[in-house]
Every structure is written in structure tokens, then in C-alpha cells.
């Protein structure tokens, strides 16, 4: 059984980088086909997948967030991380990473979710 939790600040003030780090178990983040994915929830709107990391390393991004955003990886821990920068409040989300098996924006294993507020 595949398990995914997110783990980070839940508060970040304006301008500055959220940075979250999703850990993996159950699974590796190598094993051939898998995409690692972003995603985020704002209150009251629908899901917004934000970017993957794929199993060899290649990263995928939102185009409407792609200059801010950047997707790593730590093998050797099995996670992976978000970093999004020059934060505003309507990046206040619950922050979801996620499996999918094909890229195809279906995802068979979620995290938790956790709830980033963008405050001074």
C-alpha cells in the first residue's frame, strides 16, 4: 500500500517561497512508470495541478505557474518537494502531492493534503 504525506509551513508570508515536501512510502519514486504530482486546492475553487516529477527525474509544470515553480527530488528519502516562489494570497490552498500511474491525470494514491495559508 502506497502512502504519500505532505509535510511543510503552514503559513507563509507574501513574496516569499512555500515549500513543500511530500514523503513517499510503500512505493519508490524510481519505479518505472510513475509521475509525482502537485496539486492544489484553493477555498472554493476546484483542483489545479500545479506539476509532476517522473520516475527518471523529468519535470512537468503548469504552464500558468511554471516561472514559479520548481519540483526536486530526494531518492535517498524517497520524496519529493514543491518549492513555489514570490508567494501572494491567492496561493492559499490545501496542498496535495500525488501518484499517477500515466500522466494522464489520474491518480491512484493521494496524500492527506495539507493547508498552506499566504498571510503577513
Known amino acids: 500500500q502506497v502512502q504519500l504525506q505532505e509535510s511543510g509551513p503552514g503559513l507563509v508570508k507574501p513574496s516569499q517561497t512555500l515549500s513543500l515536501t511530500c514523503t513517499v512510502s510503500?512505493?519508490?519514486?524510481?519505479?518505472?512508470?510513475?509521475?509525482w504530482s502537485w496539486i492544489r486546492q484553493p477555498p472554493g475553487k476546484g483542483l489545479e495541478w500545479m506539476g509532476a516529477i517522473a520516475y527518471e527525474g523529468s519535470n512537468y509544470y503548469s504552464p500558468s505557474l511554471k516561472s514559479r515553480t520548481s519540483i526536486s527530488r530526494d531518492t535517498s528519502k524517497n520524496q519529493f518537494s514543491l518549492q513555489l516562489s514570490s508567494v501572494t494570497p491567492e496561493d492559499t490552498a490545501v496542498y496535495y502531492c500525488?501518484?499517477?500511474?500515466?500522466?494522464?491525470?489520474?491518480?491512484?494514491?493521494w496524500g492527506q493534503g495539507t493547508q498552506v495559508t499566504v498571510s503577513s
Open positions: 500525488a501518484r499517477d500511474p500515466h500522466r494522464a491525470g489520474e491518480y491512484d494514491y
Open positions: 510503500g512505493g519508490s519514486i524510481t519505479t518505472s512508470y510513475y509521475y
